[in-house]
């Protein structure tokens, strides 16, 4: 009787000692997994914000460029 009580106890550890690895590793894995979604989200944010910055010097330098074209038309000696 105390063959069997000691089995079952060893069994149990065993079996206790087995999920509480598989908990670990599976807390392991999904916090690699939101690391990955966090460092994917930051360089998302950043490419948008360079996006918008190139965009905006663009924009930038068009309106430059027609107004220079807007000087260069009223300066000419057509208008004169």
Known sequence: MTMTY????????ASRAHSAAMSCTSKNHIALILDAILLASIIICALVSITILVSVFVAGISILVLVLLVLEYCDSPRLR
């Open 6 to 13: 000691a089995s079952a106890n060893g069994t149990t550890s």
